[in-house]
């Protein structure tokens, strides 16, 4: 199987590697657990290491909050933007349209193909109830998009708001059985964590690994544990 690195130093031990090639992940946790951030660095090292287009597209937060949240981290962005190797969209709801998931998939497989992105981010899954509401709906309209995404060839990050517990991974109950990979964060101030809830096809790490936020981005201590009664407390 072939394998993307992910780019968040400490993460791919953990993973065999990196996530399965054309792969689609669920990256769940609550506000402020590191989900963006683990995003944006999988965009940027992707493009910067590993010479692969990333396109972000954000379905909630602007796009203007995203760039100025990587002003934070030693990441020379600028040459990439320019080269067209890094983009962040932001596309706002239009409740006016008939179809509007629809068009939103649309809309995402359109720039993702323009710009020829090998990774993506869509930010977040949460926003799909901004158009619809039946959860039945939700899990059609989400496979149809993860299956668009895998006729273009991305390795796709999508997030989800959860309350920020360890094992939660869905908002809409759905979400993880769709994709093929699931990743969730937490906060337990001052720690942080991560687990690799699902990855197909991959003998992953099955143990809470902690995970701290540097000037240099997102960085997982894979040689490290964390026990359950610690993270579930």
Not at 2 to 25: A, H, N
Request: proline share 4%; hydrophobic share 35%; glycine share 8%.
């Amino acid at each position: 199987m072939i394998r993307v690195p992910s780019g968040v130093p400490g993460f791919d031990e953990l993973c065999e590697g990196g996530f399965p090639e054309y792969s689609s992940i669920l990256l769940a946790g609550g506000p402020g657990t590191g989900k963006s951030i683990f995003c944006l660095e999988y965009l940027y090292n992707g493009a910067k290491l590993y010479n692969q287009p990333g396109l972000y597209i954000t379905l909630e937060e602007g796009a203007h909050n995203l760039w100025w949240n990587m002003q934070r981290f030693k990441w020379d962005l600028m040459p990439l933007e320019r080269n067209n190797m890094l983009k962040i969209f932001k596309f706002e709801p239009d409740m006016s349209l008939k179809d509007s998931f629809g068009t939103q998939t649309t809309r995402i497989i359109e720039k993702a193909k323009d710009m020829g992105a090998k990774r993506l981010v869509i930010d977040s899954s949460t926003a799909f109830s901004f158009w619809l509401s039946d959860v039945a709906r939700i899990r059609y309209e989400l496979y149809v998009l993860i299956e668009e995404l895998r006729k273009i060839n991305t390795t796709t990050i999508l997030t989800c708001e959860t309350t920020g517990g360890i094992l939660e991974s869905s908002r809409f109950g759905v979400e993880d059985f769709l994709t093929d990979g699931v990743i969730t964060l937490t906060f337990k101030p001052p720690h942080r964590y991560i687990f690799i809830k699902k990855m197909r096809g991959t003998n992953h790490s099955k143990s809470i690994h902690p995970f701290d936020i540097t000037s240099d981005g997102f960085v997982v201590k894979s040689s490290d544990e964390a026990s359950w009664e610690i993270v579930n407390k």
